[in-house]
């Protein structure tokens, strides 16, 4: 019977309570947001110091030495390599994510500690498949991509480093994410710091210190990144062996078990498929940005526009991090209503902050691209138009970040793979290929087809989230 002063159809409406294990019982689902998602903002902001810095060190070297066009070439193709070889490591974070929160909000410690194991495993394994396809990969795509020799060569000494780091980071994007899945976003911050702040540190000293410990330009860059991933994975795995925490190391959650790798892959595998999916895509819209009329600096002004609109996507993630948890953790507990709940205000608060903060980079475009690129002319010209385009189009890149990635952690990364693959195959290469002969195509049009396939992506997947098949998926 509804309560009095509550109509029947309300008291049907009403969302039922359910609390939630850990620090996070007893709290409202703002409480919740705002726990989960402050950690990994301060986290997201580090690590765009970190790209910024990278960038900043790049643009920086000694003239007489490196030439600034090629430089810049070279640190854009080294950043879309990165997340090359970060697909298959995301991947399986996204499904130990997905395993550990679902077991957290079930209150089944012993499960959520396999996840944290198993996941270690796969992290290191999919890290070394990553070093290998890499440096297999790197020359034929400079190729692909037109580099110039000198740009290639600088991407080259810079990769054969990045490569060591790989099943570091694997391992260690595994470990921050079954703690984030468990509720425990402050570890994996305080393990960021320290990747981060080590990078930042070394890089620059291997680049400007006097010889033999500096002078090693891009080489340099990417020893430090190897640095602060070794420092970080081991910062984690010390306070991971601490008895008082969500999670900890046992022996049994680390022995290989065949059956929780087989459940997390399931998870994970739909999202590397699309992941790859959506790089081979990118990978044909540099190619055509490489093919424009000075393709080498629209290269780099493309790149450029890439950092910027990361300052406004940090609180995407960040809010995006906490929403998966709690969706795990909700439907762990049995509640898709709350799991619901908790997306919706999610993409609101997301939507709100991203497009504020894009507003703020477009009115001072041209002070931050003469942070990363000093005195270039070209850059400015190039990079200014997108970037307006760019922070139009952050509603709907906040809504394709919310969704999907709550639908991920779901368990519904299949779905996400289907609504998202047509849309960029349609805009960011049919369209794509049919407009790059054309003389007036430029870098703002690339961004401008970039700026349609989001928002009609952001359509298919708003259609997908109020269906509500996603909720029925199993881990």
């Not at 110039?148 to 694997?170: K, N, Q, T, V, W």
């Not at 570890?187 to 080590?198: A, D, K, Q, R, Y």
């Not at 699309?274 to 990118?282: K, T, V």
Request: with cysteine.
């Amino acid at each position: 019977m509804a309560k009095p002063g509550v109509s029947l159809e309300a008291s049907q409406r009403s969302v039922p309570e359910v609390l939630l294990a850990g620090k996070l019982g007893g709290l409202s689902l703002p409480r919740q947001v705002m726990v989960l998602a402050f950690w990994p903002l301060l986290e997201q902001i580090l690590a765009f110091c970190v790209g910024y810095s990278d960038q900043f060190i790049a643009g920086r070297m000694d003239e007489r030495l490196y030439d600034k066009v090629a430089v810049l070439a070279s640190m854009g193709f080294n950043v879309y390599l990165t997340w090359f070889s970060s697909i298959l490591q995301g991947a399986m974070a996204t499904g130990v994510m997905a395993l550990v929160s679902r077991a957290t909000g079930s209150r089944d410690r012993l499960l959520a500690n396999q996840g944290l194991g198993q996941g270690v495993w796969l992290g290191i394994g999919t890290g070394l498949l990553s070093s290998v396809l890499l440096l297999s990969c790197a020359p034929l795509l400079g190729g692909i991509l037109g580099l110039s020799p000198l740009a290639d060569r600088y991407a080259e000494s810079f990769i054969h480093i990045y490569a060591i780091s790989c099943p570091i980071s694997g391992a260690m994007f595994c470990i921050n994410a079954a703690l984030r899945g468990a509720g425990d976003t402050r570890t994996p911050f305080i393990g960021m710091c320290v990747v981060n702040l080590v990078n930042m540190a070394l890089s620059a000293t291997y680049v400007f210190a006097p010889a033999p410990l500096g002078g090693h330009g891009m080489a340099g860059i990417a020893s430090g990144t190897l640095c602060g991933w070794t420092a970080g994975l081991i910062t984690v795995s010390l306070m991971l062996a601490r008895k008082n925490g969500v999670l900890n190391w046992t022996r049994h959650g680390l022995q290989v078990s065949k059956q929780i790798m087989r459940r997390i892959a399931r998870v994970g595998s739909p999202q590397a498929i699309e992941i790859a999916c959506m790089w081979a895509i990118q990978l044909f819209g540099v190619h055509a940005i490489t093919n424009m009329a000075g393709g080498e600096a629209a290269l780099g002004a493309h790149f450029i526009t890439i950092r910027m609109e990361s300052m406004s996507l940090l609180p995407g993630f960040a809010i995006a991090t906490a929403g998966s948890a709690l969706v795990g953790q909700y439907l762990g507990a049995g509640s898709k209503e709350m799991a619901v709940k908790s997306v919706r205000l999610c993409w609101k608060v997301a939507i709100g902050l991203m497009g504020c903060i894009a507003l703020v980079i477009s009115l001072g475009r041209h002070g931050l691209i003469e942070l990363l690129a000093p005195g270039s002319e070209i850059h400015q010209h190039l990079a200014g138009p997108a970037v307006i385009i760019c922070a139009l189009s952050q509603p709907f890149a906040a809504t394709c970040i919310l969704l999907k990635t709550s639908m991920r952690t779901a368990g519904a990364t299949s779905l996400v793979m289907k609504c998202s693959f047509g849309s960029m195959v349609f805009y960011r290469v049919f369209v794509l290929l049919m407009l790059q002969s054309k003389p007036w195509f430029d870098l703002h049009w690339v961004w401008m087809i970039f700026g349609t396939d989001l928002a009609t992506q952001s359509l298919i997947l708003a259609w997908a989230h109020f269906r509500g098949k996603w909720l029925d998926a199993k881990v």
